[in-house]
């Protein structure tokens, strides 16, 4: 889901609600915000459907890594529908069939930030009619990495990520409209008193990258790790703490976006915030996401 900004001008209009005059005026611009939002978020029948599919878990041409780091998430953790592994060339055969759900690295399909760069995004979408692969029915998409990252730092999250998406499907199931006006805001969460937040050192924006820096304004416990320490942490399933899956453009480019979403091992999602990356606000963490999740 693309269209997070959404949220803060709902909230916005819903706190000058003081009459039925005034009530049913903001319902009008409920329905013309969400309208101009165009999400391809599923409908209820849509959910439904995706409970009675398959879904087939779309695997990378060639010896990409991601291949082996979702098919073992999969098959440890994929419990909400029968599965199966497909390659490419058999998503295109499938993808127009509604009885099926997919689970698929879409790279560069929700177009080009206006800065040059695009984006991987991991999704759980419902087989649709539609030749245009942005318009499938979405149930949840989390951004990855940028389409020309080669590194593996996200690898850590797979099973995470693998675990919210059923949460959230699930959630879909009653809580769709409010989620709809959200997006994964929704899950925007207060929760972080006395847990551990782990995260990659390199993920800190410049006015957070040290602890003294951090702790000046974030009173919970930090822990700062390399990226084999990371995936040591996780491996040994931490029951009290929350790790930062980052998304970030390369370090020397001042353009494109930044995404921040905060997991426990469970996939529990606590925190989800993006912004436009430029030369006075660099990529990466900063003491402002700090401040909100203290």
């Not at 080009?112 to 539609?130: A, T």
């Not at 199931?173 to 847990?195: H, P, T």
């Not at 003294?212 to 700062?224: D, G, H, Q, R, T």
Request: proline share 4%; glycine share 6%.
């Amino acid at each position: 889901m693309k269209k997070q900004h959404i949220a803060n001008a709902l909230k916005v209009l819903l706190a000058g609600i003081n009459s039925k005059k005034h009530t049913l005026a903001v319902a009008l611009m409920l329905v013309s915000v969400v309208a101009m939002a165009e999400s391809p978020l599923a409908s209820q029948k849509e959910i439904g459907m995706f409970i009675n599919s398959t879904t087939c878990v779309v695997l990378e041409n060639g010896t990409d890594p991601y291949n082996a780091y979702i098919k073992d998430a999969v098959q440890k953790y994929w419990k909400s529908t029968p599965y199966e592994f497909i390659d490419a060339t058999e998503f295109e055969n499938r993808r127009f069939d509604s009885k099926y759900s997919f689970l698929v690295l879409m790279k560069n399909v929700f177009g080009i930030d206006p800065g040059g760069v695009s984006y991987s995004y991991i999704s759980l979408v419902l087989g649709d009619k539609s030749t245009d692969m942005a318009k499938m029915p979405e149930l949840c998409s989390i951004p990855l990495l940028y389409s020309d990252d080669g590194s593996l730092n996200y690898s850590y999250a797979i099973p995470a990520i693998v675990k919210f998406m059923q949460i959230h499907a699930k959630n879909l199931e009653k809580k769709r409209f409010f989620i709809s006006l959200s997006g994964l805001s929704y899950y925007n969460s207060s929760g972080f008193q006395d847990k551990e937040l782990l995260i990659l050192k390199d993920n800190l924006a410049p006015d957070a990258n040290t602890s003294e820096k951090i702790s000046a304004v974030y009173p919970n416990f930090v822990k700062l790790l390399t990226v084999a320490e990371m995936q040591k942490a996780i491996d040994a399933n931490p029951k009290n703490a929350l790790f930062l899956l980052h998304v970030g453009p390369n370090k020397n480019m001042g353009v494109g976006k930044c995404f921040e979403m905060i997991f426990d091992v469970e996939g529990n999602l606590y925190y989800y915030n993006s912004r436009r990356v430029t030369n006075d606000d660099p990529d990466g963490f900063t003491l402002m996401d700090f401040r909100h999740i203290r």
